[in-house]
């Protein structure tokens, strides 16, 4: 149980183009969804924290305009790099928190989506 | 603000071995400290968490205790095996609120030999 996935696994785009990355919760209803992102041999850097039918807030330094983030449904939050850029590149992982039967305190995370911008 | 500081990696072991990777923190209030474990082209797990002083957390061979006079929270196994190899995280949310957010450290790759 408490399964996340992201879609796509990895991605390559040109500089200028915009750039959607999918997380799903598959078994669980997601109260709050989080973005990371993970440079090479660095920790996670959280971006933002979504609920559900609100808007996300943003980490500071993280530009909301440039990585926008939609959460639509408690199943579903998706991530959207605008105009991407070189310096965009970098390893993108969600995870979410659930209820009920599940710890309300862990994150579950999805395997993360590699993008690289050229 | 809130800091996680553990060992730099990476750490090259033998099956068997004794495994320690340390772990320090800063934060206001009792923060709640986990370790997550990253498997090779897999995303982070819990693998085990405390929430108070003197807890200690265990999974699969691994500990960890809650040690607040020492802010300290480090993974310990008595004998890894090679399928331990992973990069191993530490991570604390602070407490109060509906604040989940994680801090996490850097990170620490751990290779397993046979």
């Known amino acids: 149980g408490a399964v996340v996935s992201q879609h796509p696994s990895r991605v390559i785009c040109k500089s200028g183009t915009s750039v959607k990355i999918e997380c799903r919760s598959l078994d669980f209803q997601a109260t709050t969804m989080f973005w990371y992102r993970q440079f090479p041999k660095q920790s996670l850097m959280l971006m933002a924290t979504s609920n559900e039918g609100s808007k996300a807030t943003y980490e500071q330094g993280v530009e909301k305009d440039k990585f926008l983030i939609n959460h639509a449904s408690l199943t579903l939050s998706t991530l959207t790099v605008t105009s991407a850029h070189p310096e965009d590149s970098s390893f993108y992982i969600c995870s979410a928190t659930g209820q009920g039967d599940l710890d309300w305190e862990t994150q579950y995370f999805g395997p993360g989506t590699r993008l690289l911008v050229l | 603000g809130n800091s996680v500081t553990q060992m730099e990696g990476p750490v090259t072991l033998s099956e068997e071995a004794f495994l320690t990777i340390n772990c320090t923190y800063t934060?206001?209030?009792?923060?709640?400290l986990f370790w997550y474990v990253q498997y090779p082209g897999e995303g982070l797990q819990l693998l085990l968490k405390a929430t108070k002083a003197d807890d200690k957390g265990s999974n699969k061979g691994f500990e960890a205790t809650y040690r607040k006079e020492t802010t300290s929270f480090h993974l310990e196994k008595g004998s890894v095996q090679v399928s331990d190899s992973a990069v191993y995280f530490c991570a604390l949310r602070n407490s109060g609120g509906s604040n989940y957010k994680l801090t996490f450290g850097k990170g620490t790759l751990l290779t397993v030999n046979p």
């Open positions: 934060a206001t209030g009792y923060p709640s």
